[in-house]
């Protein structure tokens, strides 16, 4: 322990350095699998969206098969 620093902010100090330090690690941990969840749901989303739109514009060029019975 340093000289004239008592015993009672010393304390404090850890404590206040261990829950700063902690609170940082959670964030971190936290904020990137939702990020990548977030990128990979996007993607999906954007891929789907393209196949439905590929699809939507096959079935447009299609000639109808049930007027022609």
Do not use: C, H, Y
């Not at 000289?3 to 940082?24: H, Q």
């Not at 514009?57 to 109808?64: N, V």
């Amino acid at each position: 322990m340093p000289e004239g620093a008592s015993p009672v902010w010393t304390l404090f100090a850890l404590i206040a350095n261990r829950a700063v330090m902690s609170d940082k690690q959670n964030n971190n941990s936290k904020s990137k699998p939702a990020t990548n969840r977030e990128d990979r749901l996007k993607a999906a989303l954007k891929a789907n969206m393209a196949k439905r739109k590929a699809q939507a514009r096959a079935r447009a060029a299609e000639p109808d098969k049930k007027e022609k019975e």
